[in-house]
Protein backbone atom coordinates (compact mmCIF):
# COMPACT_ATOMS: atom_id res chain seq x y z
CA UNK A 1 0.00 0.00 0.00
CA UNK A 2 2.19 2.75 -0.84
CA UNK A 3 -0.34 5.06 -1.64
CA UNK A 4 -1.35 5.32 2.02
CA UNK A 5 2.36 5.67 3.19
CA UNK A 6 3.46 7.88 0.31
CA UNK A 7 4.60 11.62 1.93
CA UNK A 8 2.28 14.63 0.75
CA UNK A 9 3.80 16.80 -1.72
CA UNK A 10 1.39 19.05 -1.66
CA UNK A 11 2.92 22.50 0.23
CA UNK A 12 5.81 21.69 -1.62
CA UNK A 13 3.98 22.41 -4.87
CA UNK A 14 2.09 25.07 -3.62
CA UNK A 15 5.00 26.98 -2.47
CA UNK A 16 6.68 26.45 -5.98
CA UNK A 17 3.35 27.65 -8.03
CA UNK A 18 2.86 30.54 -5.62
CA UNK A 19 6.61 32.12 -5.33
CA UNK A 20 6.10 31.57 -9.52
CA UNK A 21 2.69 33.21 -9.25
CA UNK A 22 4.47 36.23 -7.76
CA UNK A 23 7.04 36.97 -9.64
CA UNK A 24 4.51 37.17 -11.99
CA UNK A 25 5.10 34.58 -14.07
CA UNK A 26 2.06 33.08 -16.69
CA UNK A 27 0.38 30.02 -14.87
CA UNK A 28 0.64 27.97 -17.87
CA UNK A 29 4.14 28.94 -18.08
CA UNK A 30 5.20 27.76 -14.49
CA UNK A 31 5.39 23.80 -14.67
CA UNK A 32 8.67 22.55 -15.53
CA UNK A 33 6.55 20.43 -18.65
CA UNK A 34 4.62 23.78 -20.34
CA UNK A 35 6.75 23.83 -23.22
CA UNK A 36 5.96 20.56 -24.02
CA UNK A 37 2.41 20.99 -23.81
CA UNK A 38 2.00 24.76 -25.23
CA UNK A 39 4.43 24.02 -28.28
CA UNK A 40 2.18 21.72 -30.05
CA UNK A 41 -0.87 23.82 -28.83
CA UNK A 42 0.13 26.95 -30.31
CA UNK A 43 1.24 25.73 -33.31
CA UNK A 44 -2.07 24.08 -33.99
CA UNK A 45 -3.52 27.14 -32.77
CA UNK A 46 -1.81 29.60 -35.00
CA UNK A 47 -2.04 26.80 -38.13
CA UNK A 48 -5.64 26.68 -38.25
CA UNK A 49 -5.59 30.71 -38.10
CA UNK A 50 -3.46 30.75 -40.63
CA UNK A 51 -5.29 28.48 -43.03
CA UNK A 52 -8.74 30.19 -41.90
CA UNK A 53 -7.23 33.17 -43.04
CA UNK A 54 -6.29 31.80 -46.43
CA UNK A 55 -9.77 30.11 -47.08
CA UNK A 56 -11.16 33.61 -46.39
CA UNK A 57 -8.56 35.52 -48.75
CA UNK A 58 -8.82 33.04 -51.55
CA UNK A 59 -13.01 33.13 -51.25
CA UNK A 60 -13.18 36.70 -50.87
CA UNK A 61 -10.95 36.69 -54.56
CA UNK A 62 -13.59 34.74 -56.36
CA UNK A 63 -11.30 31.23 -55.75
CA UNK A 64 -13.46 27.97 -54.45
CA UNK A 65 -10.55 25.87 -54.11
CA UNK A 66 -7.43 26.01 -51.57
CA UNK A 67 -4.73 26.12 -54.52
CA UNK A 68 -5.59 26.05 -58.32
CA UNK A 69 -6.99 28.93 -60.33
CA UNK A 70 -10.97 27.85 -60.03
Known amino acids: MGIVNAKNNVPEHQRFYQQAYK ?3 RLWTINPRSRWYMTPYLI ?3 GTFGAT ?3 AGRKITGHNTWFSKD
Open 53 to 55: MWA
Open 44 to 46: VLW
Open 23 to 25: AHT
